[in-house]
Every structure is written in C-alpha cells, then in structure tokens.
C-alpha cells in the first residue's frame, strides 16, 4: 500500500528566503509525481508534474526534483514571497492498469512573513 | 472558463437525509475521479472512471456512489447521510492512462447537522 509522508508539516520563514519541501513515498512503482499548492477554502491548483521517467521539472521560481529508487522528491522554492503561503501537497500516482487515483501526503502548511 | 466545476460549493443538511454533488469537466477528460478531504485537511481518493471501469477505494461507504450520465460529467450520490461526512469533496479529471496530471474543481463543503 502506497503511504506519502510530507516533512515538515509546518514551515515558516521570512520573506526571500529558499526553502525546501520534503515529499516521501513508500512504493516506487509510480507513473508521476504531482506537486499542488492549496489556498484556504480553494481548491488544488497543480504547480508541478514530474514523469517517472524524469529527475526535475521547473517553473518560474520553483524545481520539483524525484528521486524514484529512493522514494524522495523535493520542493525548491526560491526567492519566497508572501503570496507563496499556502499548503503545498505531495501527490503520487501509481502504476498499473485501470483508472487509478493520486495518494496524496498530509501536506506542509507554508508561512511567508512579510 | 473553468475546466472543473462543481456545484454546489456549499452543502448544509440534515443527517439521513440524501444528496449529491455535481461535477463536469470541459477539458475533454476521459477519466474522472471523487475525493475526500477531512477534518484534518487529509485527501483520500475516492472513485476513479473512466468509460471503462470504476475503481471504488475499499474504505468507501456503499451509501456513496458515483454516476455518469456523459463522459464530461461525473455526480457523487450520498445516501442517509452521517455526521462523518461532513468534509470537503473535490471533483478531478485526467486524459489518458496515468501519466497526465490531475485538474481539481474547488470543491464542495458538505456540513451535516
């Protein structure tokens, strides 16, 4: 059974710092690995989607990296900014036949002091 | 224009009562999918499906259950509703079998009194 861990589960920091998101998964039979940011009371918006097959994505200020054999992927986020606060999801999906659902992490609850 | 949306975005009733939730996707999806986030802001994957196959999460109530009238539509039926369904339900879709990302709608808040 698939079990995503998100570390820490709480993080804040000052503006403009560079900070890292931890995402774990137990089972390295995936097919991607999707990276959401959600705003309280929103909805999930999606920041990243890394392939099995890939390392890293970017976009803008952030990189996703995945480490598939060891079960670990990243989130680097540069240059914070009050607007990143928000709660930052871990997703996995696996591999296999049929329609399949995402196993989501606990998420890291995200703090820019301005 | 939203690509996944979901009505209504709030829902107060009364435990036994029956409900549902509507979802339509405009972006072609083949595949769509309900999930469960609790309390304790945890999602968990619900139903997935597409034209093919229903994929149900064995922790499901079978008071729950989904129903596609087209392929751009997939509605969440709750029977005899409990004080533990009380959650936010998020609607998604996929295109493909397993390497596309995931589009979330923003979700339903169910209160049951």
């Known amino acids: 059974k698939q079990e995503v861990t998100q570390i820490p589960a709480a993080l804040s920091v000052p503006e403009g710092e560079n900070l890292v998101l931890n995402c774990s998964f137990t089972?390295?039979?995936?097919?991607?690995l999707q990276w959401f940011r959600q705003d309280p009371g929103k909805g999930l918006t999606s920041l990243l989607l890394?392939?099995?097959?890939?390392r890293e994505q970017t976009s803008g200020r952030l990189n996703a990296s995945l480490d598939k054999s060891s079960g670990r992927s990243t989130l680097y986020i540069a240059a914070s900014q009050p607007g990143d606060s928000a709660t930052y999801l871990c997703a996995v999906r696996r591999l296999g036949g049929g329609a399949d659902g995402l196993t989501f992490g606990k998420g890291t609850h995200l703090i820019i002091q301005p | 224009d939203t690509a996944v949306s979901q009505t209504p975005k709030y829902l107060v009733t009364q435990m036994g009562n029956d409900k549902s939730i509507k979802c339509e996707q405009n972006?072609?999806?083949?595949?769509m999918y309900w999930y469960k986030q609790d309390s304790k802001k945890f999602l968990k994957i619900m139903f997935s499906?597409?034209?093919?196959?229903?994929?149900i999460n064995e922790t499901v109530p079978n008071r729950f259950s989904p129903k596609s009238p087209d392929k751009a539509h997939l509605n969440l039926h709750i029977n005899s509703l409990e004080l533990g369904d009380s959650a936010v339900y998020f609607c998604?879709?996929?295109?493909?079998?397993?390497?596309?990302?995931?589009?979330f709608g923003d979700g339903t808040r169910l209160s049951i009194l």
């Open positions: 089972d390295s039979a995936i097919y991607n």
């Open positions: 499906y597409n034209n093919k196959e229903l994929i």
């Open positions: 998604a879709s996929s295109q493909g079998p397993g390497n596309q990302p995931q589009h």
């Open positions: 972006l072609g999806h083949d595949t």
């Open positions: 890394i392939q099995s097959s890939q």
